[in-house]
């Protein structure tokens, strides 16, 4: 289950539509990084890969719409026997040009000399200033040139401007092909979810849990999409937590984010449950804030509704509560107004989801205009409430009782945006009070 080369061409040729007579060019991410003479793995540049499949490193692309014959430029590393035994296979000049499609190939150490004949005729250079600062200054040499020669030629690129406001609306937008394997990744990292439910027991260490896991993404071929998080007790209330080295207690609180990645397509869910024994009067009612949150949130996810929207119904519904409660004092409104809620809950509401985890495109258009839901987008929904024992009031809220310290609960689904409402890719996973009391 893979993006077929027609998606590819028809991505190439939306983004090039737009671009006129620019010229765009997308680096491939650097080689494996280097610890001690130990690589990591590989990962390609989410740009690069969408508009290519191409996936190893020392690669860039040039588009070029306005070019009488390579519009679409792939320079690649060439065959090398030697190194290959080192690092792996590479594909090479020849059958890159076949596998992908590109109307030209070739070797990367020929970028400088054939690059300005993809620049010649353009009127800008759209390009987005990355990490990669010695790649960085390649491209503004090559501008810079065209610049001092504009004088006598006329024309030449002018600017240079950021390819990823042009790009990233569509990758926001995900294909039938890429939806289905967003959905394939959901549907492991749900099964992972619920190895983890019936793995937790008392006496049964976070790393341990994290191992469970782990073995699920990858005996489905499936790589994990960010360092996972097995939050025990106080740990819950950490948001990135990952440790991962405690031992789960009888009658804390796990919570569990943890998604993989399928063909660069990730999924992303979180879940919190008592192990041991049923959760305390007070852990049961933040659990159920934090759902009615999620699921009043998740009823907002459909086309014309715009994306704020999402994150404004979950910080009503948990203001609401967390004053009925007595840990939040004041006015509704100028507390949800001024964000005095932000001890308990300090993140949004959600984000994009897709070939990055924290997906391509914008979530606003200037202070006004959120962006308007369309069938197409996956997003996440990740209310929760974290009450450290750390805890630092806003001022002039009251002081938090000894008896609701150290607890934290998240809950995120992937959900999709269909053509009446939305689908919530990771519902295999359970997430009521009663399947949620781990006994």
């Avoid at 394997?181 to 992972?192: G, T, Y």
């Avoid at 440790?243 to 998604?259: H, P, S, V």
Wanted: charge should be negative; proline fraction near 5%; hydrophobic fraction near 35%.
């Amino acid at each position: 289950m893979t993006i077929d080369a027609a998606e590819y061409r028809r991505r190439r040729d939306r983004f090039t539509d737009k671009i006129g007579k620019g010229t765009a060019i997308f680096a491939s991410a650097p080689l494996s990084v280097m610890h001690h003479d130990v690589e990591y793995p590989f990962r390609q540049e989410s740009d690069f890969f969408y508009l290519t499949g191409f996936d190893e490193p020392g690669a860039v692309v040039v588009l070029a719409p306005h070019h009488e014959e390579h519009k679409f430029v792939l320079f690649v590393q060439p065959k090398d026997l030697e190194k290959e035994t080192w690092t792996g296979y590479r594909t090479g000049v020849e059958k890159a040009k076949e596998q992908y499609d590109a109307d030209e190939v070739f070797p990367i150490n020929e970028l400088n000399e054939k690059l300005p004949e993809y620049l010649k005729n353009a009127d800008r250079i759209y390009y987005h200033l990355g990490r990669d600062e010695a790649f960085n200054n390649k491209i503004v040499r090559h501008w810079k040139h065209f610049i001092q020669q504009y004088p006598k030629r006329g024309k030449g690129p002018i600017a240079i401007e950021d390819s990823n406001p042009t790009l990233h609306p569509l990758r926001q937008i995900k294909s039938e092909a890429e939806i289905e394997l967003v959905r394939k990744a959901a549907k492991v990292a749900a099964e992972a979810h619920n190895r983890a439910l019936e793995f937790a027991k008392p006496g049964v260490c976070e790393y341990q849990i994290q191992a469970e896991i782990e073995y699920t993404f990858k005996s489905h071929g499936m790589d994990i999409a960010y360092p996972s998080i097995v939050a025990s007790g106080e740990n819950a209330c950490i948001l990135h937590y990952v440790e991962n080295n405690r031992q789960i207690q009888q009658g804390d609180l796990l919570l569990i984010d943890a998604g993989c990645s399928y063909h660069y397509y990730n999924s992303d869910i979180t879940r919190t449950f008592s192990v041991g024994a049923p959760f305390s009067k007070e852990q049961q009612i933040i659990y159920e804030l934090v759902l009615e949150a999620q699921l009043q949130a998740i009823s907002q996810v459909k086309p014309g509704n715009d994306y704020k929207t999402i994150h404004d119904t979950a910080v009503c519904v948990l203001v609401g509560g967390l004053l009925d409660l007595g840990l939040l004092k004041g006015d509704f409104e100028q507390i949800v107004e001024e964000e005095k809620y932000k001890p308990f809950y300090m993140h949004r509401t959600g984000h994009w989801l897709g070939l990055d985890v924290h997906d391509a495109g914008i979530y606003q258009h200037g202070e006004e205009q959120s962006v308007i839901l369309e069938p197409g987008h996956i997003l996440t929904v990740e209310p929760g409430i974290y009450i450290s024992p750390h805890i630092k009031p806003a001022e002039e809220q009251p002081e938090i009782p000894d008896r609701w310290h150290g607890i934290g609960v998240r809950i995120e689904d992937d959900v999709l945006v269909t053509q009446n409402g939305c689908e919530v890719l990771t519902s295999d996973v359970p997430k009521s009070v009663a399947e949620m009391q781990k006994i």
